[in-house]
């Protein structure tokens, strides 16, 4: 059982938009930054937004991250085949003192 | 290039121990927090420790703590994890990640180092 809350699945069609919730509470997501990543199969996590809805250099302006009290959301537009992934969510939770992960959300790109 | 790549991983017995190396190359390793994260077969990702640039602090998840150790050489670019009274369900790739952002964010990842405890 992880500490934020990610749906297992979602799946859209190509070219549209999705949106991926992590749910978390006030010792993390509540009043700490949320960070994302995507992996494929056999490779390593590749960070995605830092700092709620950041985007590092490189990373395309179809990814979108937003946080709103104690939840965050990750927005992918014009969605392609080649963003098949497992998208997971990540903060810092005070009661734990460590660092937490969502359970993982597989897209589809159907 | 930036640049995480670890080893030591490998088969060891229920009740053993296994030394993880990280070596970076590409930044300034003295100046970032390095950790731990894993992943069970099929699983998603478990953060496992943290340690600051100077080493003097460090932070476990409840499930090692007391059985895994993280420290670092600065001199030799090099994170390690000492783990030992491994069990089953530690069997994982264990990646290194650097933290950035104020530390708030992991922003370079290695390619991962499998451990399997079974006897």
């Known amino acids: 059982q992880s500490v934020l809350t990610q749906p297992p699945s979602v799946s859209a069609a190509p070219g549209q938009k999705v949106t991926i919730s992590c749910s978390g509470s006030?010792?993390?997501?509540?009043?700490?930054?949320v960070s994302w990543y995507q992996q494929f199969p056999g490779a390593a996590p590749k960070l995605l937004i830092y700092?709620?809805?950041k985007r590092p250099s490189g990373i395309p302006d179809r990814f979108s991250g937003s946080k709103s009290g104690t939840s965050a959301t990750l927005g992918i537009t014009g969605l392609q085949t080649g963003d098949e992934a497992d998208y997971y969510c990540g903060s810092w939770d005070t009661s734990l003192n460590g660092r937490v992960f969502g359970g993982g959300t597989k897209l589809a790109v159907l | 290039e930036v640049q995480l790549v670890e080893s030591g991983g490998g088969l060891v017995k229920p009740g053993g121990s296994l030394r993880l190396s990280c070596t970076a190359s590409g930044f300034t390793f003295s100046s970032y927090t390095l950790n731990w994260v894993r992943q069970a077969p099929g699983k998603g990702l478990e953060w496992v420790s943290s340690?600051?640039?100077?080493?003097?602090?460090?932070y476990y998840a409840n499930s090692v703590r007391g059985r895994f150790t993280i420290s670092r050489d600065n001199a030799r670019n090099s994170l390690y994890l000492q783990m030992n009274s491994l069990r089953a369900d530690d069997t994982a790739l264990f990646y290194c990640?650097?933290?950035?952002?104020?530390?708030?964010?992991?922003?370079?990842w290695g390619q991962g180092t499998m451990v399997t405890v079974s006897s």
């Open positions: 700092e709620n809805n």
């Open positions: 990640a650097r933290g950035s952002y104020g530390d708030e964010a992991f922003d370079v």
């Open positions: 340690i600051d640039g100077s080493g003097h602090y460090t």
């Open positions: 006030s010792s993390n997501i509540g009043n700490k930054y």
